[in-house]
């Protein structure tokens, strides 16, 4: 028997409803339905800790899944910080929708008692990424695009490279500005739409961007990163969301209008990066898919997580002609 409209329609109201009010725990939006993403705590870009150079003294933890982790953890690991810093990796608790620890860390089982013991206030998120010292147990920085500053500042082995020399800088700047908000950012903002026109704007900003950054990469004796010759934060800020356009964002967040490959130099150019010594150690595709298909309930409220594609297919392979 046909369900009477009447009651697909009451149906779809109430659904929506609903929906709205889930998409308010997943973030806040504007008026116009634009995601505003909160602030971050303990964001503040503090002075190199004059401990810095004793090994272990601090412990920089991160997600799998979270791509502002992910900046952090390239860093470490192109700057050979492992034996300074202690890597370590907290796993999702969907259910409460917050970061725990495998086993207690300085007595504390989730992220959220280490940064409320740092005078963190409730209404504060516990995000990763975070550095921590271990002696006090107190939080140093709670925000990614800081961290990797302080990160690239850290006393380091001779080899390791600076990713961000100062003839450089203009040009890393504005990269990093436009992918913090166009780009990496802009995804979320794709995904956390409340409306078309939310999404539409987001969007166009995105790909906006992208095509910018092929223009720049694509230009013939550019490259091959994108302030030239030398690997900044601006390649490290831009590559934790390329590396998960195909798996999650363009599935899940609709961020498909143009899939990489139909943008041939940021695609070598994340070979290139992917290529690197370590990074493929920190691009973990199935907590990716786990995570967000598994976690993010009003984008997916069935919770099944796609098979593919392979992230094998998308940094070995040549892009299709
Ligand atoms: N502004 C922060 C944002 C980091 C962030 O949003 N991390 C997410 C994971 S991708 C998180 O830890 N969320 C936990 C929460 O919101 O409670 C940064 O860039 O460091």
Redesign the pocket.
């Known amino acids: 028997m046909a369900i009477p409209p009447v009651v697909v329609s009451a149906a779809r109201a109430g659904w929506n409803w609903q929906w709205q009010q889930l998409m308010q725990g997943l973030g806040p939006a504007d008026s116009d339905g634009n995601y505003r993403?909160?602030?971050?705590a303990f964001?503040a870009l503090p002075p190199l800790p004059t401990n810095a150079a004793e090994p272990g003294s601090h412990v920089l933890i991160v997600?799998r899944?979270?791509?502002?982790?992910h900046r952090a953890w390239l860093v470490w690991t192109l700057r050979q910080l492992q034996n300074s810093i202690e890597l370590l990796v907290v796993e999702p608790d969907p259910e409460a929708?917050?970061?725990r620890f495998g086993t207690p860390f300085l007595g504390c089982s989730t992220?959220q008692e280490l940064y409320r013991r740092s005078g963190a206030t409730t209404d504060q998120?516990?995000?990763?990424?975070v550095l921590v010292e271990r002696s006090s147990g107190r939080v140093v920085l709670?925000?990614?695009?800081r961290?990797i500053e302080l990160l690239n500042q850290w006393p380091a082995p001779a080899e390791a490279p600076d990713l961000a020399p100062a003839e450089l800088s203009a040009g890393i700047e504005g990269w990093r500005e436009l992918f913090q908000g166009a780009v990496n950012d802009g995804v979320y903002r794709c995904g956390f739409a409340r409306n078309q026109s939310a999404y539409d704007r987001a969007e166009s900003e995105l790909f906006a961007a992208l095509e910018q950054a092929e223009a720049a990469l694509g230009t013939s004796g550019a490259g091959p990163w994108l302030c030239g010759n030398c690997l900044t934060l601006a390649d490290v800020q831009l590559f934790p969301t390329l590396i998960r356009l195909e798996l999650v964002y363009a599935p899940l967040f609709g961020v498909s209008r143009r899939p990489l490959w139909q943008l041939p130099a940021l695609w070598h150019w994340r070979q290139r990066v992917f290529g690197l010594p370590g990074v493929a150690d920190t691009c973990c595709d199935q907590a990716w898919r786990q995570d967000y298909f598994g976690a993010l309930f009003p984008l997916h409220p069935s919770g099944i997580v796609p098979a593919g594609p392979a992230l094998a297919t998308l940094v070995q392979a040549p892009p299709p002609p």
């Open positions: 993403r909160p602030a971050a964001s997600g899944s979270c791509p502002w982790a929708g917050r970061w992220l998120r516990a995000t990763v990424p709670g925000e990614s695009a961290l």
